[in-house]
């Protein structure tokens, strides 16, 4: 595959970039921090999403190296808007992917811990994002570094929460403080009345959630209708098009969301 033999050189040329996507407080539409979602500018075939080629990193090892930088940068980023923003709403916060062989390296705790020290960002101000499907069935082994990041403050997320097949039960074993509930939820309020079960569903989540301590995130927000309905569900954090879709860094300035 000839994208899976470029991936090594494009690292080294640097033609990967992160847009950020805003997400926003659902109590007063602040923006608190920010998804970081890493792109491969191509020279032939031009802007790749992560879809496009985080498989083939994932499949030939080159995810590590890779998802270092996108940590290294976004943490920068981060502490970047820190230092202009002020801490009127608490720190602005960045929000980081994982791979499931991101995991099982070896290096993750002592790579985190350099990259946040080196930024002189808080790990508390880090949110790392795991999907639901990476954690089902996790061993000790497994969840041991995760442990150890969510000890020193670093918050771990479960990302498209709902799709998978995780016993809500297990929720208590894993370190996580946020679930963040897939799009097709979001999706399905869309639809006036949203759908009663679905309702039902996402108002069970949040509670369950919001009884074992854990915030609710909510993706792919696309109308002010979705907003408000997941509002009154009690839902906490919200991300999608209806605020701002992902960009680069200097559009948090323009959006005023970040003072310049
Ligand atoms: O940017 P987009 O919304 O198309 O992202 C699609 C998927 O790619 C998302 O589910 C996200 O989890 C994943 N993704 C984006 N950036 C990264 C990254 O830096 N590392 C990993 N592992 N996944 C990413
Ligand atoms: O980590 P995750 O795969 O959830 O990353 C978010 C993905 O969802 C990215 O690919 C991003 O571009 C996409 N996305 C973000 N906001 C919206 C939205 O409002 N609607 C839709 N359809 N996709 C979104
Ligand atoms: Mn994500
Ligand atoms: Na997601």
């Known amino acids: 595959h000839g994208l899976t033999t470029a991936l090594p050189a494009a690292l080294d040329r640097g033609e990967f970039f992160i847009e950020y996507q805003p997400l926003v407080h659902l109590g007063d539409d602040s923006v608190r921090g920010a998804e970081a979602l890493v792109r491969w500018l191509h020279p032939q075939h031009g802007v790749l999403g992560p879809d496009r080629f985080i498989p083939l990193a994932e499949h030939t090892g080159l995810i590590v190296p890779l998802g270092r930088w996108v940590l290294e940068q976004s943490v920068r980023q981060a502490r970047d808007w820190q230092e202009r923003h002020g801490e009127q709403a608490g720190p602005f916060r960045i929000n980081v992917n994982l791979s499931p062989c991101q995991l099982t390296h070896p290096g993750l705790v002592a790579d985190t811990v350099d990259i946040l020290e080196r930024a002189g960002l808080e ?104 907003a408000e309905q997941l509002k009154i569900l009690g839902c906490d954090t919200a991300q999608g098009w209806y605020y701002a879709r992902p960009g680069p860094p200097d559009r948090l300035h323009e959006l005023a969301l970040v003072d310049a």
């Open 123 to 226: 790990p508390n101000s880090l949110c790392l994002e795991v999907t639901e499907s990476a954690l089902i069935g996790a061993d000790d082994d497994l969840l041991k570094p995760l442990r150890r990041l969510a000890e020193m403050g670093v918050d771990i997320a479960l990302d498209d929460f709902g799709t998978g097949y995780s016993n809500l039960a297990n929720l208590r074993r894993l370190p996580v403080s946020i679930l963040k509930l897939d799009r097709s939820f979001t999706r399905s309020m869309q639809q006036f009345p949203a759908d009663p079960v679905d309702l039902k569903i996402v108002d069970g989540i949040v509670s369950l959630a919001h009884s074992l301590d854990l915030t609710v995130t909510v993706e792919g927000v696309e109308t002010g209708a979705q």
